[in-house]
């Protein structure tokens, strides 16, 4: 596509359910990145996926979060059980290669936990 | 893992004049350092980035300077207008890409 989609572009959820957030990167590329950015803060790593080497989730803030990339294009980031705390911006970007190159951010996805 | 600093978290100037926001970095292993622009309720977006084998880059009237004996590297905007204001970040592109904190620039008319 012509850029990083992402879906849906909105959600509100209740306390306590499951959601699925979905990241569409730029064809070719390996690499894609998931952020999270609460209102009015920077820009927090989630997870990294580069090709087929296994993810750097150092940044997953607790074992509710999980995220996985099928086939190296799409991806889904799940959050299990959301709190209230989770409402934010989810931001995914992909890149074509690691680290030295742009990452292009798709729209995110605006999550609330009500 | 790495950590980037951004200094000052927020800047304010009058139409005209320049800013200047600076971001230190800890790790060498990377080569590549951007800066991404975010307008409110917008995406990130690249503005200009610096790779380790030159110490600086120009673009109108964005430039970016990189010391990596200091490790460290800052972003200029000369004759700043009203639609320079957003919150800019710095990133360090290594292996993964670490953003700075941010800096929100307002652009005073």
């Known amino acids: 596509g012509a850029g990083v989609s992402q879906s849906p572009s909105n959600k509100v959820t209740e306390k306590g359910k499951d959601v699925e957030l979905r990241c569409d990167p730029i064809?070719?590329?390996?690499?894609l990145y998931w952020y999270r950015q609460s209102l009015g803060q920077g820009l927090e790593f989630l997870i990294y996926?580069?090709?087929?080497?296994?993810?750097?989730k150092s940044g997953l803030p607790s074992d509710r979060f999980s995220a996985e990339r099928t086939g190296g294009s799409v991806s889904t980031l799940t959050i299990q059980r959301t709190q209230q705390e989770d409402s934010a911006v989810y931001l995914c970007?992909?890149?074509?290669?690691?680290?030295?190159?742009?990452?292009?951010f798709g729209q995110g996805t605006r999550l609330t936990v009500v | 893992g790495e950590n980037v600093e951004q200094h000052p978290s927020t800047l304010s100037v009058q139409e005209g004049d320049s800013a200047v926001i600076k971001c230190t970095y800890s790790?060498?292993?990377?080569?590549?350092f951007p800066w991404y622009k975010q307008e409110l309720g917008k995406r990130p977006q690249l503005i200009i980035d610096?790779?380790?084998?030159?110490g600086e880059k120009k673009d109108q009237r964005i430039a970016v300077t990189l010391n990596k004996t200091a490790k460290h590297f800052s972003l200029h905007i000369t004759e700043t207008q009203p639609e320079d204001s957003a919150v800019y970040f710095c990133?360090?592109?290594?292996?993964?890409?670490?953003f700075g904190p941010g800096t929100r620039l307002s652009v005073l008319p």
């Open positions: 970007a992909s890149s074509r290669r690691q680290g030295g190159t742009e990452a292009f």
């Open positions: 064809s070719g590329h390996t690499a």
């Open positions: 996926f580069q090709g087929n080497s296994a993810p750097d």
């Open positions: 790790d060498s292993a990377s080569n590549y």
């Open positions: 610096i790779r380790s084998n030159v």
């Open positions: 990133a360090w592109g290594g292996q993964n890409f670490v």
